[in-house]
């Protein structure tokens, strides 16, 4: 069972960022790929960005390229999501998920793991 541990969400100004970070208790089969999704209030939660652990392959969702920038540090399992040119839109609780290598990166139900989520406010 891998254990997903997000943090570094919280309150920012539009146009400022912000970095999350998403340690995994292992990598295993089952986790080749992590990433962000996140849900806004009443709507579906949607991918925002991913990274094949083993290839450092990336995607990211249309609405955050050239905002966000997915990473990881494998020594320590886990992956970083840094957001810049934050907008009102981007508010939302964000969470970490893990599934292995097969299917869409962006459908949610093939991810095995989800962490509790962090809340991300973008307010003036």
């Known amino acids: 069972q891998v254990q997903l541990v997000e943090s570094g969400g919280g309150s920012v100004q539009p146009g400022g960022s912000l970095r999350l970070s998403c340690q995994a208790s292992?990598?295993?089969?089952?986790?080749?790929?992590m990433g962000w999704f996140r849900q806004a209030p009443g709507k579906e939660r949607e991918g925002v960005a991913i990274?094949?652990?083993?290839?450092?392959?990336?995607y990211y969702a249309d609405s955050v390229k050239g905002r966000f920038y997915i990473s990881q540090d494998k020594a320590k399992n886990t992956v970083y999501l840094q957001m810049s040119s934050l907008k009102a839109e981007d508010t939302a609780m964000y969470y970490c998920?893990?599934?292995?290598?097969?299917?869409?990166?962006?459908?949610?139900?093939?991810?095995?793991?989800w962490g509790q989520g962090t809340q991300v406010t973008v307010s003036s």
């Open positions: 998920a893990a599934k292995g290598t097969s299917g869409r990166w962006s459908d949610k139900s093939l991810y095995d793991y």
């Open positions: 292992e990598y295993t089969s089952r986790s080749k790929c």
């Open positions: 990274i094949y652990t083993d290839s450092g392959h990336t």
